[in-house]
């Protein structure tokens, strides 16, 4: 198991972050995990109380900061985030560049039933080609989470699935911000596409 620690939404401080993660549920209870993406600092309330029903919750990346984790509440208290783009030490507070620093590029969540694996997806290539060489990346993976286009988007065609849960802030939520909600279990998995109504401020076209 790697050295490095998990995040957790009640104790982010700056420390090592884990980059894999395996959970071994002991029930025969599947795990809910919510995936959400792009809040540049700015968390959408609805999609927290999403995140308050699930286990564990994944962030595909650009944060803008530590108080969007710290409000993210899921039941076991784990947190998975990466870095995007946007996440640099000029859009952060400067108070928290160490933990900036120290945030994965990609992480890997091994779950009942197989491997997650998020990155933010910048660095994936042009959109048209992005999902092949995301699988290419991540052949192991049974679903590959990314963010950075703001879109909200599930491909299902193979193995891994590749999916965007679109932004859970406010910025370009093209319809109002959404997420994802994963159920994990040992034969199956499924995904639960969720999107709120937009208000003026998260309407894309304007943002």
Not at 1 to 23: D, H, L, Q
Request: net charge positive.
């Amino acid at each position: 198991m790697s050295e490095t620690r998990a995040i957790t939404s009640k104790n982010f401080v700056a420390r090592r972050v884990r980059r894999n993660f395996s959970i071994r549920e002991k029930s025969k209870n599947s795990l809910q995990i919510a995936i959400l993406s792009d809040t540049h600092g700015f968390l959408d309330q609805n999609v927290a109380q999403v995140v308050s029903s699930c286990d564990i919750a994944v962030h595909a990346g650009d944060v803008g900061g530590l108080s969007v984790l710290q409000n993210l509440g899921p039941r076991k208290k784990i947190v998975l985030a990466v870095r995007g783009n946007n996440d640099i030490p000029t859009k952060w507070p400067k108070t928290e560049a160490k933990a900036l620093s120290q945030m994965p590029l990609e992480a890997t969540l091994d779950l009942p039933g197989g491997r997650l694996v998020v990155t933010h997806g910048d660095r994936a290539g042009a959109p048209k080609r992005r999902h092949e060489r995301l699988r290419k990346t991540f052949p192991a993976a049974r679903m590959i989470v990314y963010g950075h286009s703001h879109r909200l988007v599930c491909d299902f065609d193979q193995i891994p699935w590749v999916v965007n849960p679109g932004s859970a802030g406010r910025a370009r939520t093209f319809g109002g911000p959404s997420c994802l909600v994963l159920t994990a279990g040992k034969k199956k998995w499924r995904l639960r596409r969720i999107r709120f109504a937009a208000t003026r401020s998260q309407d894309g076209s304007r943002s």
